[in-house]
Structure formats: C-alpha cells, structure tokens
C-alpha cells in the first residue's frame, strides 16, 4: 500500500522559510520520480519542483533560487526559502512510476505566507 504523508506547511511571513517533509512508503525511489506541486484556490495545480530516479532535480522559473527539493531512503523535502505571497497555496507530494506513469498523491498541506 502506497502511502505519501506531507507535514511541514503552515503560516509564515514574506521572506520567510519553511520545511515541507513527504513520508513515503510503498515505493522505491528508484523507479518513482518524486515531486511537489501546489495549488492555489481557483487555480490549476502546477508544479513546483521534482527529484527524478536519475537523481536529477527541476524546478518551476517561480521558485528557482529560492526552493530545493532533497530526498533521503524514505522523506522527500522541500526547503522554501524567501517565501513570498503568490507561494500561498496547498502542497502535495506525488509519485510517479519512471515507466508506466501511474501516480500517487498525497493529502496535502497548506502553507501560507502572509504579514
């Protein structure tokens, strides 16, 4: 049973930082392309950055230079850094196999950056 468990959003102010975490389990990162994306109310969800099986790591020109994305045995992370107010919005973990593109997702959690 595949399980992604993010935890780490919350409120913070302009210029502020958090840690998103994804608990994983269920899967093998060497055959699961990891990624976060986020989505705003109203809006379509995006992506904001993935780590791939080949240990590569691309991010949306929104968060370039302020966002990482890292992985260790079983937690993929996001470090958000010099948040900003249009990074408002739900973050979800997902999975996606290399091969046959079947897709997991996790519950999501909210990050607010606000004064």
């Known amino acids: 049973q595949v399980q992604l468990v993010e935890s780490g959003g919350g409120m913070v102010q302009p210029g502020g930082f958090l840690r998103l975490s994804c608990a994983a389990s269920g899967i093998s990162f060497s055959v699961y392309n990891m990624g976060w994306y986020r989505q705003a109310p109203g809006q379509t969800r995006e992506l904001v950055a993935t780590f791939t099986t080949e240990r590569t790591t691309n991010y949306a020109d929104s968060v370039k230079g302020r966002f990482t994305i890292s992985r260790d045995r079983n937690n993929v992370y996001l470090q958000m850094n010099s948040l900003k107010p249009e990074d408002t919005s739900v973050y979800y973990c997902?999975?996606?196999?290399?091969?046959?593109?079947?897709?997991?997702w996790g519950q999501g959690t909210q990050v607010t950056v606000s004064s």
């Open positions: 997902n999975a996606r196999h290399y091969l046959t593109q079947r897709s997991y």
